[in-house]
């Protein structure tokens, strides 16, 4: 199992370019997560989604569009990228059926994203 | 969830016991203690976690007092690679279903 992967690892942005970042998971989570962390700094909730066409705000949505259309992807969208979105960005999944919890995590690898 | 409590920084010694503590006073009857690391550069990394009783898989201990304002992860035997940030949450089970709130939590640093 790759457990949870995310596209790109690394991205350089002009000011006000879109692009949207990747998360894939093969353990058939039910739950998927989008965090930020900037430096020194704990990770922060942007959006998360409890199934398949299902996704709700975080603690610091704006700027940021999800979907999830099938269940073992989550993607984040930057429509118009901002300097204050230069971070590291983790995407996460918890929760199978046969598990039970959904509070144990699983992170990707993180996407480092910078804006000019 | 209840506030945690955790010193931003602490030096071990390769092979001892690293201990972290965490304080969190304001638990409730129902809020979990959780402990996760995050190597540099890494995603972070789930460790263990428990209510009442103290806890142990492969990786780690958890020990909570009796009256669970406080708690201690125990790394038995640090090696170099368990340097890492280390985030205490404490949280409600509920599925899951809202995220996990990470605050600075300590850095530990093992020393050859």
């Known amino acids: 199992n790759a457990g949870v992967t995310q596209t790109p690892k690394f991205r350089v942005l002009k000011t006000g370019q879109s692009m949207t970042l990747l998360c894939a998971q093969d353990m058939n989570h039910e739950y998927m997560y989008w965090y930020r962390q900037d430096p020194g700094m704990g990770l922060r909730l942007i959006h998360y989604?409890?199934?398949?066409?299902?996704?709700a705000k975080g603690e610091v949505p704006d700027g940021y569009n999800v979907s999830r259309l099938k269940k073992q992807n989550f993607l984040l969208g930057l429509e118009s990228a901002a300097p204050s979105q230069t971070s590291v960005y983790f995407c996460?999944?918890?929760?199978?059926?046969?598990?039970?919890?959904?509070?144990?995590?699983?992170f990707g690898p993180g996407t480092r994203l910078l804006v000019l | 969830d209840a506030k945690t409590t955790q010193p931003p920084s602490m030096d071990c010694a390769e092979g001892r016991a690293a201990n972290l503590p965490c304080n969190h006073s304001t638990i409730s009857g129902n809020e979990y203690v959780y402990w996760y690391r995050q190597i540099h550069s890494q995603g972070p990394q789930y460790i263990i976690h428990g209510l009442k009783n103290n806890e142990t898989n492969e990786m780690a201990s958890l020990i909570i007092t009796e009256d669970r304002k406080s708690s201690t992860l125990i790394l038995p035997h640090a090696t170099l690679r368990d340097t890492a940030v280390y985030y205490c949450?404490?949280?409600?089970?509920?599925?899951?279903?809202?995220?996990?709130?990470f605050g600075k939590g300590t850095h530990l640093i093992i020393q050859p």
């Open positions: 949450i404490v949280r409600v089970e509920r599925g899951g279903a809202d995220g996990l709130t």
């Open positions: 989604s409890v199934g398949e066409g299902t996704t």
């Open positions: 996460a999944s918890s929760y199978s059926l046969w598990q039970g919890s959904g509070e144990t995590q699983y």
